[in-house]
C-alpha cells in the first residue's frame, strides 16, 4: 500500500538506497583508515624494521646507481606515495615468494620475511582507503540538496529536515563549499535517522 505522498517508485526506492549506503561506506572507509593508521604506528615500524631490512636485503641491487631490471628501492619510505603502490605490491609478492633477495645472496629469516610481509599488508590498506583528491573528496549535502533528493526521490512533500543545524557559510559567502560541509558521526547519525523517517512517510505496510 502506498502512503498519500503521491506513491514510491521502486527505482526511485533502490536509488536512494543505493546513493546512502554508497555515502556512507565511502566515509566509513576513510574514518577506518584514520583509525587504522591510529592503532598501527606503520611509521616507527618502518624505521624499526621495513628500512633495515629494505637496505640489507634490497638496496643494494636496486638503487640509484644499481637500478637492477630498472627497479629503485631507495626511493620507498613510509609515506606510501601512489606512484608507488605497485611497486610496494611487488615487493611484498617476491618476498612472500621468496624469490627477494635472490638465490644465493644473503637470506632474511622466516620471520622478518613474515614481518616485512605484514607491514606492507597494513600500509597498502591504509593507502588505498585514504581519501584520494583526484576522485574528489567526501562532503556531505547542504541541508537544502538533502531536503530536495528525499522529495524528488521519495516524492515525499514533508519536510524531514527541520532537524538538522542550518549550513555553515563560508568566507566567500556560500554554504556549499566543501571547507563547511564536513561530516561528524553525529550529524551523520542524524542524516541517517532522517533517511529512515523519510522512508516511513512514504512507504507503509499494506
Same mark, same amino acid.
Given at each position: 500500500m502506498i502512503s498519500k505522498n503521491r506513491g514510491l *517508485?521502486?527505482?526511485a526506492v #533502490? &536509488?536512494?538506497a543505493l546513493l546512502l549506503f554508497i555515502g556512507i561506506a565511502s566515509i566509513g572507509r576513510s574514518w577506518l583508515a584514520q583509525?587504522?593508521? &591510529?592503532r598501527t604506528p606503520l611509521e616507527p615500524l618502518f624505521d624499526l624494521h621495513v628500512k633495515p631490512f629494505l637496505k640489507q636485503n634490497c638496496v643494494r #641491487?636496486?638503487?640509484v646507481n644499481t637500478a637492477m631490471s630498472g627497479i629503485r628501492l631507495d626511493q620507498l619510505d613510509a609515506a606510501l606515495e601512489d606512484r608507488h603502490l605497485k611497486l610496494w605490491e611487488a615487493v611484498r609478492h617476491r618476498i612472500s615468494e621468496g624469490t627477494m633477495p635472490p638465490k644465493g645472496q644473503p637470506q632474511p629469516t622466516s620471520a622478518e620475511s613474515e614481518r616485512m610481509v605484514d607491514w606492507i599488508t597494513q600500509a597498502l590498506d591504509v593507502a588505498r582507503s585514504r581519501p584520494s583528491p583526484k576522485n574528489g573528496?567526501? *562532503?556531505r549535502l547542504t541541508v537544502a540538496q538533502y531536503r530536495n533528493t528525499l522529495r524528488e526521490l521519495l516524492l515525499l512533500e514533508d519536510d524531514v529536515t527541520e532537524a538538522l543545524p542550518p549550513d555553515? %557559510?563560508?568566507k566567500d559567502g556560500f554554504v556549499n563549499n566543501k571547507e563547511t560541509l564536513q561530516l561528524s558521526p553525529l550529524l551523520l547519525e542524524s542524516y541517517i535517522? %532522517?533517511?529512515e523517517e523519510a522512508l516511513n512517510r512514504s512507504i507503509v505496510d499494506p
Open positions: *517508485r521502486p527505482p #533502490c &536509488t536512494f583509525a587504522a593508521a &591510529t #641491487c636496486h638503487n573528496l567526501v *562532503r555553515a %557559510i563560508s535517522e %532522517i533517511a
